[in-house]
């Protein structure tokens, strides 16, 4: 089975910090995904990587950076937290670029920002 | 650009009774339609998904679904529900680039 990690269920940062968010998937698939899930909002894309060092601006892109030096991690990065960034942060990876690919996603990460 | 619309924010059916959870897209090409599912705590969990081929899918836990091109709909259905399957479900569409549009999700609460 694909499994996808994420570093921490959960996670209290203050105003200003620098945060990281890890993912760690187990199958070599070439796609990964960070989206942000808030309520009535469904999920929102921030970033994605096709391949290591490439990524692309998603739905949601102020505010978050990412980094993908190896296949199997994609990090998400908040330079400067904000409250109006907690979130439940979901990461997910895909097998290909192919549309026919489901996403596997992680558990997530409950972010909260003060 | 594509869409994706969930039009019930929340459902309520009693444990035993029949499901049918809606979803409508828009998308300029052929749809690559995916229902997941999110228990509590959790991650999304693919039930099912379509992209071709008959139009009746089968997915896990006793779920199906039903693409209509004429309405540009997908709607999933139980025959039966079970407690277990309280959980918020979401109707996505997958694109170009393996790329995905999200609904924002039905919630599901089972009565005993």
């Known amino acids: 089975d694909v499994k996808v990690t994420q570093s921490s269920r959960y996670l209290v940062k203050r105003t200003g910090e620098k945060v990281f968010l890890e993912c760690v998937q187990d199958m070599d698939h070439e796609n990964m995904f960070w989206y942000r899930q808030d309520p009535g909002l469904g999920l929102r894309l921030i970033y994605f990587?096709?391949?290591?060092?490439?990524?692309e601006k998603g739905d949601i892109p102020e505010g978050y950076s990412v980094s993908r030096e190896k296949k199997e991690r994609f990090s998400l990065i908040l330079e400067s937290a904000s409250t109006n960034q907690t979130s439940m942060y979901l990461c997910a990876s895909s097998l290909g670029a192919g549309s026919s690919y489901e996403q596997y996603f992680g558990p997530g990460t409950r972010l909260t920002v003060t | 650009a594509q869409s994706v619309t969930q039009p019930d924010i929340h459902i309520t059916v009693s444990e035993g009774a029949s499901l049918e959870l809606r979803c409508n897209y828009s998308?300029?090409?052929?749809?690559?339609l995916f229902w997941y599912v999110q228990s509590p705590g959790q991650g999304l969990q693919l039930l099912l998904k379509?992209?071709?081929?008959?139009?009746l899918v089968q997915g896990i836990k006793g779920f199906e679904a039903e693409f209509k091109r004429s309405q540009s709909s997908f709607n999933l259905r139980k025959p039966s529900v079970h407690w277990s399957d309280a959980a918020e479900y979401f109707c996505a569409v997958h694109t170009n680039a393996g790329k995905s549009t999200f609904g924002d999700g039905t919630t599901l609460t089972v009565k005993p």
């Open positions: 990587s096709y391949d290591v060092k490439m990524k």
């Open positions: 379509y992209f071709s081929g008959d139009t």
């Open positions: 998308y300029g090409a052929t749809p690559y």
